[in-house]
C-alpha cells in the first residue's frame, strides 16, 4: 500500500500562533483528506483536497500532487484546534492514513 | 440527519467470543468503510464496499469478515475475538469518485 508520512508528530503552540503540518506520501493518489480528531475522539472532515490550495476560516491546505506532499496551515490557533490531525491519501477507493500529528494548543 | 451511526459505542468481550458491529449511513452513499485505530496511530482499513453487493479487502482483514446488507448498512464481524483485536472501530462513507468520506463516533471495543 501506500505510505503515509507526517509531521512533525507532536507540536505544542501558544495560543495565537500559527503552525504548518505536513503529510508526504509515497506515490500517485487519486486524492487527498485532512482529518482532525478532536479530544472525544470525533473524525472532522477538513478538506478533500487533491492538488492546490483551499481555505476555511483559520485553517487552509495546500497540496502539490507532483511533488507528492501536502500542507496544513493553522493560522491564530485556538485552545479548540487541539487535538490529532490526519491526512489521508486516496488510492481509488481505499485510503491510507497517515500516524497524524498531536497539536496541543495552549492558552 | 444523523449522517453515519454505530453501534454499540463500548464493547467487552471474552476471548473467543463473537461480535457484529453495526454501521448505518442515511446520505445515500454508495460505498462504506470499516477502520480501526489502535493507540498512537492512524487508521487503518479493515475492508470497504465501494457500491452495494461488493466487498474487498483492506490493508489488516485477518480475523474479520464483513456485510453489506443493503445501500445503508455495512455491519463488521468477529467470529473469535482475540486481545489483540482490542481497539477503536470506525465506520465511514462517503457518495463515491472525488468525495470526502464522512465518519461515524467509533467503537470502543476491549477484549479480555
Known amino acids: 500500500g501506500i505510505q503515509v508520512e507526517q509531521s512533525p508528530p507532536d507540536l505544542i503552540l501558544q495560543e495565537g500562533a500559527n503552525s504548518t503540518l505536513r503529510c508526504n506520501f509515497s506515490?500517485?493518489?487519486?486524492?487527498l483528506q485532512w482529518f482532525h480528531q478532536n479530544p472525544w475522539g470525533q473524525l472532522i472532515n477538513l478538506f478533500y483536497?487533491?492538488?492546490g490550495t483551499k481555505q476555511n476560516g483559520r485553517l487552509s491546505a495546500t497540496t502539490v500532487a507532483t511533488e507528492r506532499y501536502s500542507l496544513l496551515y493553522i493560522s491564530s490557533s485556538q485552545t479548540t484546534d487541539s487535538g490529532v490531525y490526519f491526512c489521508a491519501v486516496v488510492d481509488f477507493n481505499k485510503f491510507y492514513f497517515g500516524s497524524g500529528t498531536k497539536l496541543n494548543v495552549k492558552p | 440527519n444523523a449522517g453515519v451511526t454505530q453501534t454499540p459505542k463500548f464493547q467487552v468481550l471474552k476471548t473467543g467470543q463473537s461480535m457484529t458491529l453495526q454501521c448505518a449511513q442515511d446520505?445515500?452513499?454508495?460505498?462504506m468503510y470499516w477502520y480501526r485505530q489502535d493507540p498512537g496511530m492512524g487508521l487503518r482499513l479493515i475492508y470497504y464496499?465501494?457500491?452495494?453487493?461488493?466487498?474487498d479487502k483492506g490493508e489488516v482483514p485477518n480475523g474479520y469478515n464483513v456485510s453489506r446488507l443493503n445501500k445503508r448498512e455495512f455491519s463488521l464481524r468477529l467470529e473469535s475475538a482475540a486481545p489483540s483485536q482490542t481497539s477503536v472501530y470506525f465506520c465511514?462513507?462517503?457518495?463515491?469518485?472525488?468525495?470526502?468520506?464522512?465518519f461515524g463516533d467509533g467503537t470502543r471495543l476491549s477484549i479480555l
Open positions: 465511514a462513507s462517503r457518495q463515491g469518485g472525488n468525495q470526502p468520506q464522512h
Open positions: 464496499s465501494a457500491s452495494e453487493g461488493t466487498t
Open positions: 506515490d500517485s493518489v487519486n486524492n
Open positions: 446520505m445515500n452513499h454508495n460505498s
Open positions: 483536497i487533491p492538488s
